[in-house]
């Protein structure tokens, strides 16, 4: 069998760190106790949960009872959104969000306007980033909240939190942060970014899938929250269900290990991502999709002109696994929402390439990749 692809699709989702495996293990057969039940099974799982709900809680500036697990950060977001609009629709029935966030917040908020909801869905910079001016003219007296993702998925454009979390104070509005790509990548602390809510997952960041978790404001102000799922009262009542150990033990170590390595691997990715860039662009018409800078170091976005971008990735599959777009948009074949935001052409939004390095990428695999893309394009380019 020929080699494995080189993993560049970290986006998509990471392998999960060995470390976090171990932390893991002894929570499947010898710790598997309910964590609420009233007996030594229970209480020995209990207390990890509690150890790694704290953990969890300090690696963004919160108070453990402010989390809330959930089965990822769709679910997360869909607790926020739909939970904020039916706790708070008698203050109003407005919602903002902006145009280049995974479909797992838009699509809650489509199922809202089919509700009576309205929503603005805000357009962005060309580079990505939304406009401060454009979100402040947006505000009505009705908005009850604004979710506006930390980084995104696609170009790993990172918003200014700080900024829009101001505002919303300002303004007196609930504000919502879908970070499932910015958790362990980015400096993330709700006290100083004014955020109210905040969405998370372990997947993203070298811990398992299934696991996540919503951040929900206890203190100025304490957010009301509709439950989606109803049952045993879990959570404080948020989120019913009996909790999964392995998960929650192995989150908490993904973050731990991802927030002591975060500023190697800031310098490390940032070195490897532009040691990828030079390279790519010895190819004429290729283009940058995103802010330049402000991204998640991780990330390169391109699209690249006079070749037909079907073609390009099945071209580089045998050599490289990444994806065009999103991985939940990558299965339809539709151009990426997000390219088309940034005022990309149809051609240009279909012929990109998403890189998302990671933890385990090395310069001999950014090298062989670079390769492989730039001879792909010159031969379709040259028939
Ligand atoms: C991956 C991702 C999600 C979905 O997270 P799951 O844990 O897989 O449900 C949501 N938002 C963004 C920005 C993502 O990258």
Avoid at 89 to 95: D, L, P, V
Wanted: glycine share 8%; with cysteine; aromatic share 6%.
């Amino acid at each position: 069998m020929a080699d494995s692809p080189i993993y560049l699709d970290c986006h998509a989702t990471t392998p999960i760190d060995q470390r976090v495996v171990e932390a893991m293990l002894p929570f499947f057969t010898k710790h598997f106790g309910n964590p609420s039940s009233l007996h030594h099974y229970g209480w020995t799982v209990e207390a990890a949960i509690k150890k790694s709900r704290a953990t969890i809680a300090n690696s963004i500036n919160a108070k453990p009872e402010e989390i809330v697990f959930t089965s990822g950060a769709t679910e997360a977001n869909n607790l926020a959104i739909k939970g904020v609009a039916e706790a708070y629709f008698s203050y109003g029935k407005h919602i903002i969000t902006v145009k280049t966030e995974h479909s797992a917040v838009l699509d809650p908020c489509h199922y809202l306007e089919s509700l009576g909801f309205e929503v603005t869905y805000l357009p962005v910079e060309p580079d990505g980033l939304l406009s401060l001016s454009s979100l402040e003219k947006a505000i009505r007296p009705e908005t009850i909240l604004v979710s506006v993702m930390a980084a995104n998925n696609e170009i790993g454009v990172l918003q200014p939190l700080k900024e829009i979390g101001a505002l919303c104070q300002d303004h007196e509005i609930l504000f919502h942060t879908d970070a499932a790509q910015a958790i362990g990548k980015v400096p993330l602390d709700v006290q100083e970014l004014n955020i109210h809510l905040m969405s998370m997952t372990a997947h993203k960041v070298y811990g398992p899938k299934g696991i996540g978790a919503l951040y929900v404001r206890r203190r100025q102000p304490r957010v009301n929250l509709a439950a989606q799922l109803h049952g045993g009262g879990h959570e404080r009542g948020m989120r019913s269900g009996t909790l999964y150990p392995p998960q929650i033990v192995g989150f908490a170590q993904a973050l731990t290990l991802a927030i002591a390595e975060m500023a190697s691997e800031q310098e490390r990715l940032n070195g490897l991502r532009s040691h990828l860039l030079t390279q790519l662009n010895q190819l004429p018409a290729i283009y940058l999709n995103g802010h330049p800078t402000q991204r998640l170091p991780g990330n390169l976005n391109v699209s690249i002109d006079n070749v037909d971008g079907q073609a390009l990735l099945l071209g580089l599959q045998p050599v490289v696994a990444l994806s065009s777009g999103s991985a939940c948009s990558s299965a339809s074949t539709a151009p990426s929402h997000v390219l088309k935001a940034l005022g990309r052409s149809h051609q240009l939004a279909y012929a990109s390439l998403r890189f998302g390095l990671g933890r385990f990428t090395t310069t001999s695999e950014i090298d062989t990749v670079a390769q492989a893309v730039v001879e792909t394009v010159q031969a379709l380019r040259a028939v």
